[in-house]
């Protein structure tokens, strides 16, 4: 079963930035494309970014040029560098497959964009 931890989340104000981080387990990382979405209260869940095995880049029209996804193969690692933040980036942050096939999803983690 794939285990999907993510962690970075926390309370910045507008403009400021976070890192986040999302670990995986129990699955052959290198070969998958992998997403950052996000749910925020009382909204469906969204892609956010996606970057693929070969490290090919794309983002919602809502992040792009602010945010930036990266993977570390060797660690089993995917990050969503998250700068400029602004009010409306504020939601419950999560990893998965592209498209999201690992399941259970993980706990997420909370971002909060606030002065």
């Known amino acids: 079963q794939v285990q999907l931890v993510e962690s970075g989340g926390g309370l910045v104000q507008p403009g400021g930035s976070l890192r986040l981080s999302c670990a995986a387990s129990g699955t052959i990382f290198s070969i998958y494309a992998m997403g950052w979405y996000r749910q925020a209260p009382g909204k469906q869940r969204e892609l956010v970014a996606v970057?693929?095995?070969?490290?090919?880049?794309n983002y919602a029209d809502s992040v792009k040029g602010r945010f930036t996804i990266s993977r570390n193969n060797a660690w089993n690692t995917v990050y969503l560098q998250m700068n400029s933040l602004k009010p409306e980036d504020t939601a419950v942050y999560y990893c998965?497959?592209?498209?999201?096939?690992?399941?259970?999803w993980g706990q997420g983690t909370q971002v909060t964009v606030s002065s």
């Open positions: 998965n497959s592209h498209p999201p096939t690992f399941g259970p």
């Open positions: 970057i693929t095995s070969g490290g090919s880049t």
